[in-house]
């Protein structure tokens, strides 16, 4: 599939496709008058984040946060994987103490979560969008490329829950994404050394399904 034919799908310009996928594939950028070589793996992530971008995701009781012009409908933003973790981890019988205001940017844990005498903190980031939220400048992609960007989310990720081990050793610790190939790249990179720290890892897909990469538990 082609970068025209993932527009026409989409019902977006060639060009703009074309924009995001130098970004978020910049070693295979063909020179000039070059064509695109893209794994199904990619053309299935691009095609993931024109829906997200285009169709939004539905809201899942978050009172606090209603869905306006000022919060992003990506099914990959922030505040909608952190709803799927929390409703996810309702079914596994934990009892939600606090989410965090995503849109306003609140500090402190993302979720806080209790079942029984247990208490997980999970850490909860969203991929970058190649627009800005500015209504402004809709018509502009930013010029950080999201997989860089996304590498840095996880970094942040990573040593806010390892600090959380630190300061309060009892807790479980979890850190959650949506279903991106940078996220699962980075988990496997990482998996041995988040094993051995107790640290889980969960990933949202764009139908909502959570997977459990990792289940916390106390460190070894």
Known sequence: MTPDDIARRVGVTGLRVRGLLRQMYP?????SGGRWELSAEQVDE????????????????RSEVPLTSTVPVDWFWEGH?????????????????RLANTAARSTGPD???????????????????????????????KRTNPTLQARHWFADALLKVVRQRGTEPGDLVAM?????ERYRSLCR???????????????????????????PSTSS
């Open 176 to 180: 959650a994404f949506p279903d991106f």
């Open 111 to 141: 979720i806080e979560a209790r079942r029984g005498p247990d208490r997980l903190i999970v850490e909860v980031k969203g991929f970058p969008s190649i627009g800005y939220r500015d209504p402004r400048r809709a018509a502009e992609i």
């Open 27 to 31: 070693r295979q950028a063909p020179g």
């Open 46 to 61: 691009v095609l993931a984040y024109f829906r997200g971008v285009r169709t939004g995701t539905p809201s899942t009781g």
């Open 81 to 97: 994987v952190q709803d799927r973790v929390a409703a996810h981890l309702r079914t596994q019988g934990w009892s939600i103490a």
């Open 189 to 215: 990179d990482t998996s041995e050394p988040l094993a051995e720290l107790g640290i889980g890892v969960m990933l949202v897909t764009e139908s909502g399904k959570v997977v459990e990469l990792l289940r």
